[in-house]
């Protein structure tokens, strides 16, 4: 099943609009930001490179949830099938498939739910009132999150918008896309690995190895021995009077500094031993059950004499 669907008295381009006589916002504050994870990024990248050759752009549907600030996080997608008409405001989408992607994902992560779509290019698409339609009757409120592909100036840009109502009381009205605070967040699984992406994108080699995991503790260590380093060497300036003292930065310390709980050196050696061993014992299990497989798999290949 396809949708085929186009709005003749709200696909109008923004010129043929009467003057904006009521704004219905949809209950968005805009002064709230909307979270975007990493993850939604490289899955609209991988979609775009899949592309067909006649396609000029993709489109997708954007899931997440709200964290507990009521704050939306944008955290997984998945792209659709569809079909542009050049020069119409009508598009062709595969409603079955985009059924049975959510419903998988579902599976996995019953959390996620649907919160808007994407699509990629420079500018609105004309058809991008047609998608909206349909994803206002999957949602509430549903946001677009337009990604440029072009990669203009060498930056990677993203902006996000929300659906406006906009025209005049009893007469002609029309959608109009106005722009949304959007800010990237990611967890620290996700840190890691753009840490790792980052880190041997500058190397010349072309693959990247993944490292053993003692070698991140190492780096880890590193790194949060230079920020203790900068930390103690600020507090110094400060009060030596060096340094104008900052009430945000002293309230940061401060949260950071009561986060952690109170432990002596040794008790703290004893725990960071414990847990390095551990680990040691995960890996060295992990490398026995990964040869005992090897060593299986070459006698199931074995003929019997």
Known sequence: PTLTHCHAEKAQPSSSFVPPLFHNLLNYNLKSKVRLHPLVLFQII??????????????????????????????????????????????DMDVQYATDMYELNQLTYPQEKIIGWYSTGKLVSPSAVAI????????????????????????????????????????TKGIMFSLLPLEYSCTSKEWVALKFMQKHSQQPSKYGRMLPELVHVVDASRELQHKLDFVLRYINDVLARKRRPDNVVGRALHDALTSVPLMDSENFKLMFNAN?????????????????LQISEKLSYMRDY
């Open 46 to 91: 991988d979609a775009y490179e899949r592309r067909p050759q006649d396609a000029n752009q993709v489109i997708g549907t954007l899931l997440g949830r709200n964290d507990k600030c009521g704050r939306i996080e944008i955290t997984n997608s998945f792209g659709l099938v569809h079909k542009e008409h050049a020069g119409e405001c009508k598009v």
């Open 132 to 171: 909206h339609d349909y994803y206002t009757r999957e949602c509430d409120e549903p946001v677009l999150l337009l990604v440029d592909t072009t990669l203009r100036g060498g930056r990677f840009n993203t902006r996000l918008y929300c659906a406006v109502e906009i025209g005049v009381p009893g007469g």
């Open 276 to 292: 390095v061993r551990d680990m040691l014992m995960s890996i060295t299990m992990a490398m026995l059950s990964k040869n005992q």
